[in-house]
C-alpha cells in the first residue's frame, strides 16, 4: 500500500511553517545542527522567491504545481527518516533549486562547503540515468532484460551511497506529485521510476522506498489492475483486521508463556507485491497464502528460531512455504523467517520473524548500517563497507552511454561485486557471475552457441577458452558447424567452465551421445588419470562397486556422460592402490579414547606429538597412510603401501599407529612430478608460470634433454595441499603446447 505520509506544517495564510518543521524532524529523527538545516531552507525559499519575482516582471507563466521549495522539504523529511547526516539533508534542500537554475553550485559552495555541492554535482550526474531509453543507447536494444543489466550495473558502480540515497528522495517526490498531471506523464514518470529507481531502492535494501515506488508506479502502469486489488484488499479489510487482531494475541500470549520477549504485529501486503505473486505463481486472489500476515520481533537471533517453535506448534506448516533468510541472506542483505501456516479457521497465514535490528535494516537498508558524521568520512563502521563494496566507481553518465568501448573501460574497476557484465558483439548486455571464461558466456547465449564454440575474442582479440571474463568486455563466440563440447571442459581442474548452467549443458549434451562412445570416452578420462597420479594395480570391478555401480562398462559411461565425477573416482582409485598383501595385515592401536587432531593429521592413541612427512614415499592428503612412532622426532607419516612401512610393520608393528588426514591442510606436502616432452624454446618457463599462477612452491628440478630424440625429462619436487591440487597442476601443465605427459612420479624405498 502507499505510503500515507503528514502535510508540512504551515502558517494561517498557507507558507510553510519552518519552525514547526524543523522541530518534528528534530523530534522524531533526531536531526542535529538545526541551524544550518535552517539557513538551506531559506536559501531555496528565498531563490524561489526571486525566481516568482523574474517571471512576473518578465510576464511569464510560473509553474504549477510543488516549487523547488516544498519539495526539498519533502525530500529532507524521506531522507531524516533513513537518518542520514545533516549535509545530505542540505543537499537534498537545496537541489531542486540548483536543477531548476534557481541557485548556481558556487552560491551552495559558498554557503555551506564543497562537500553539500559536490554531492548535489553527483546527484545532477545520475540524471542521465533516466535517458537509458534514448534511440541511441545501442545497448538496451529497447528490450526489458537489457533495462534490467543496465540497472544492475548502475548498482554495482556507484561510490557514494549518499548520491543514490537523494535521487531516490527526488524521484519519490517526483511520482507522488504526478497524481494530477497528464496521463502521458504518469506513465513516464511511472515508467522511470519502476525500471530504474525502485530497483535500486531494492539493491540498497529501503524496504519502505521501494514498495511505495513499486505501488504508485503500478498505480499509473496498470491501473486497472491496481484498482481490482485495491478493491479486493478493501472489501475485505474489517474481516482480515479482526482476524489478525485475534491471532496477534494468541502469538503474544504463548511467546510470554515460553519466556520469548518479543513484539508481534499485522503487516500490510503491498499491492504490487500481490499482482506480481499472482501472475508469477498464476493463481487467483483467494489462493493468496499471505493476503494475512503477522511479523514478530525478537531482541535475539535465537529468539527468532524459538518463535518459529512456537507458530508451527500452534498451526500446520504449509509443505515448501519456509525460507530462512537468517542462515542465507538474500542478495541486498534482507534476513528474516518467512513462514506460512494453516492457522485459525483452516485459513492461511504468513509469519515473518527478524531481530529490531534486521528489521530496521530490512526497513533502510544501507541507512540502518552506517550514518556520516559531518564530514568525518572515516566514521563508517565495517559493516556499512561490506554492505556496500559493490556499490564503487562513479560513472560519468552523461552522453556517453552509447560509446560502448569507452564505457567497457571505465567498468573495469578494482571492486569485484557478485556478478560482471559483459556485452555481445552486438552490444546487448549479459550478466555472469564472478570468474565466468568464454564457454559461460557462450551458454548464456544460446545452447547452439556453446555446443558449436571453438574459439572467442574479447575486445577484437583471440584469448583462451580459460579466460577469465571482466565486467566491460565485449565479447565474441567463434563457431564452427560440426564444432562439438570436448569432455575437458567438464574438468574442473582446467578451468574452462565455472557456471552450473554451462556445466548442466554440457552434461546434458554427453547424455545424449551414444552409449558406446561415453564408455570409450569415459574409459580413456579415467585410465589417463590413473596414470597421471601414478595408481598402479587398480582393480576396476572393485572400483565400479565402491562407486555404487553395476559393472565397469557403467562406471566407464557415467563418467563419459558427466554423470559420475572424475575426480571422485581418483580419489576411490587412491584409496585401493595398496599391495594385495597388505589387505591382509591389521594395523594395531592403542585403546586409549583421547583423539588429538589439528587442522592437517588426526592421530589415534597418542599425545599431540610432533608430526613430519616421510621423505621415502612422500604422502600427500588422499593417500592411505600409517604413522610411525620415532625416538625423539615424533611421528612419520608414511603411505601404507611405502616398502619402508611394509618393513616396519614386520620389525617393529608396535610403533605404528593409525593416522588420517584432517580436513583443512595448511601448508604444502612434496611430491615428486615427471614431465616428458618435446623440447622446445620456452617449455620450462611455461611449466614455472602454470605453477606460479597455481600458487605451487618448487622445491627442486632435475632436467635431462636428448638431442637425438629432442625430448627433455623434468624431474620437479613440488609442494601442494593435497590430490585434487596435484591433478589441477599435472592436468594444466599437460594442457601446454609439445607437453606428452605429466604424472606423478612416486619413488619406493
Not at 486489488?229 to 496477534?248: E, F, H, M, T, W
Not at 563508517?380 to 560519468?396: F, P, T
Request: charged share 30%; with cysteine.
Amino acid at each position: 500500500m502507499v505510503k500515507v505520509r503528514e502535510d508540512q506544517p504551515q502558517h494561517y495564510d498557507g507558507t510553510v511553517d519552518l519552525d514547526a518543521w524543523l522541530n518534528r524532524l528534530q523530534e522524531r529523527f533526531g536531526v542535529g545542527d538545526t541551524d544550518r538545516l535552517r539557513d538551506a531552507c531559506e536559501l531555496s525559499r528565498q531563490s524561489e522567491l526571486l525566481a516568482m519575482q523574474q517571471s512576473a516582471e518578465n510576464e511569464t507563466a510560473w509553474p504549477t504545481g510543488k516549487g523547488c521549495f516544498r519539495t526539498g522539504l519533502e525530500m529532507a523529511e524521506i531522507l531524516a527518516e533513513l537518518k542520514l547526516d545533516v549535509d545530505t539533508l542540505i543537499a537534498s534542500v537545496l537541489y531542486r533549486a540548483v536543477r531548476e537554475t534557481k541557485l548556481t553550485l558556487e552560491q551552495v559552495e559558498s554557503n555551506f562547503g564543497s562537500l553539500v555541492a559536490g554531492l548535489i554535482r553527483d546527484v545532477q550526474g545520475m540524471a542521465a540515468i533516466s535517458n537509458v531509453q534514448h534511440p541511441r543507447r545501442q545497448v538496451l536494444d529497447h528490450r526489458q532484460d537489457q533495462l534490467e543489466k543496465v540497472r544492475k550495473m548502475l548498482v554495482s558502480i556507484i561510490d557514494d551511497v549518499r548520491v543514490a540515497l537523494i535521487k531516490l528522495a527526488e524521484r519519490t517526490c517526483a511520482i507522488r506529485a504526478v497524481q494530477h498531471a497528464s496521463k502521458e506523464k504518469r506513465q513516464r514518470v511511472a515508467r522511470e521510476v519502476f525500471e530504474i529507481y525502485a530497483p535500486l531502492a531494492h539493491r540498497l535494501g529501503i524496504g519502505y522506498i521501494k514498495w511505495e515506488l513499486e505501488d504508485l508506479s503500478f498505480r499509473y502502469l496498470k491501473p486497472q489492475d491496481y484498482k481490482k486489488i485495491a478493491k479486493l484488499l478493501d472489501g475485505k479489510r474489517l474481516d482480515r483486521q479482526k482476524y489478525i487482531s485475534d491471532v496477534v494475541d494468541t502469538l503474544k500470549s504463548s511467546l510470554t508463556e515460553a519466556h520469548i520477549e518479543a513484539e508481534v504485529s499485522g503487516r500490510v501486503k503491498h499491492i504490487y507485491s500481490i499482482w506480481r505473486k499472482m501472475k508469477r505463481k498464476n493463481i487467483d486472489f483467494r489462493d493468496l497464502y499471505d493476503i494475512r500476515a503477522v511479523r514478530i520481533l525478537t531482541n535475539e537471533v535465537r529468539d527468532c528460531y524459538a518463535s518459529l517453535g512456537v507458530v508451527h506448534s500452534h498451526w500446520n506448516h504449509i509443505p515448501k512455504e519456509f525460507d530462512d533468510y537468517i542462515a542465507t541472506p538474500k542478495e541486498n542483505g534482507y534476513r528474516s523467517l518467512h513462514t506460512a501456516v494453516f492457522g485459525p479457521e483452516g485459513k492461511t497465514l504468513e509469519v515473518q520473524i527478524r531481530t529490531h535490528g534486521m528489521h530496521e535494516e530490512a526497513e533502510l537498508g544501507v541507512c540502518a548500517h552506517w550514518k556520516y558524521k559531518g564530514t568525518d568520512v572515516n566514521s563508517r563502521n565495517d559493516s556499512y563497507e561490506e554492505k556496500i563494496s559493490w556499490l564503487r566507481q562513479v560513472m560519468e553518465w552523461h552522453e556517453d552511454l552509447g560509446d560502448l568501448e569507452e564505457l567497457g573501460g571505465q567498468w573495469r574497476a578494482d571492486v569485484e561485486p557478485d556478478r560482471i557484465y559483459v556485452f555481445t558483439k552486438d552490444g546487448h548486455v549479459v550478466d555472469l557471475s564472478v570468474g565466468a571464461t568464454p564457454i559461460d558466456f557462450a551458454f548464456r547465449i544460446h545452447s547452439e552457441v556453446g555446443t558449436r564454440c571453438r574459439g572467442a575474442k574479447v575486445a577484437g582479440r583471440i584469448v583462451p577458452l580459460t579466460h577469465k571474463l571482466k565486467t566491460g568486455d565485449q565479447v565474441e563466440i567463434l563457431t564452427a558447424p560440426n564444432a562439438k563440447p570436448s569432455r575437458d571442459w567438464l574438468n574442473p581442474d582446467l578451468g574452462y567452465v565455472t557456471t552450473s548452467r554451462a556445466r548442466a549443458k554440457i552434461t546434458n549434451w554427453f547424455k545424449k551421445q551414444d552409449r558406446d562412445a561415453n564408455i570409450d570416452d569415459g574409459q580413456s578420462l579415467l585410465e589417463l588419470e590413473i596414470k597421471r597420479h601414478a595408481l598402479h594395480g587398480v582393480n576396476y570391478e572393485q572400483l565400479a562397486q565402491t562407486a555404487n555401480v553395476l559393472t565397469v562398462e557403467d562406471l566407464f559411461a557415467g563418467i563419459g556422460a558427466g554423470d559420475i565425477k572424475l575426480r571422485h573416482v581418483v580419489s576411490l582409485a587412491q584409496k585401493q592402490v595398496a599391495p594385495e598383501e597388505e589387505k591382509s595385515f591389521e594395523i594395531r592401536t592403542k585403546p586409549q579414547q583421547d583423539r588429538i587432531s589439528d587442522s592437517t593429521i588426526n592421530i589415534d592413541g597418542v599425545g599431540n606429538l610432533l608430526t613430519q612427512m616421510a621423505g621415502c614415499c612422500q604422502p600427500v592428503p588422499g593417500d592411505s597412510i600409517i604413522g610411525y612412532i620415532t625416538i625423539g622426532r615424533g611421528v612419520t607419516i608414511h603411505r601404507d603401501d611405502c616398502n619402508t612401512a611394509l618393513s616396519l610393520q614386520e620389525r617393529e608393528p608396535e610403533r605404528l599407529i593409525e593416522v588420517n588426514w584432517g580436513s583443512k591442510p595448511e601448508y604444502g606436502y612434496p611430491v615428486d612430478v615427471m614431465i616428458t616432452a618435446f623440447d622446445r624454446p620456452g617449455l620450462l618457463r611455461d611449466i614455472t608460470i602454470v605453477l606460479a599462477n597455481d600458487k605451487v612452491n618448487v622445491l627442486s628440478m632435475q632436467t635431462r634433454t636428448s638431442k637425438e630424440e629432442h625430448l627433455a625429462s623434468m624431474l620437479l619436487s613440488i609442494e601442494v595441499q593435497g590430490l585434487e591440487s596435484l591433478g589441477r597442476v599435472l592436468a594444466k601443465i599437460e594442457q601446454l603446447h609439445n607437453v606428452i605427459e605429466a604424472v606423478r612420479h612416486r619413488k619406493m624405498s
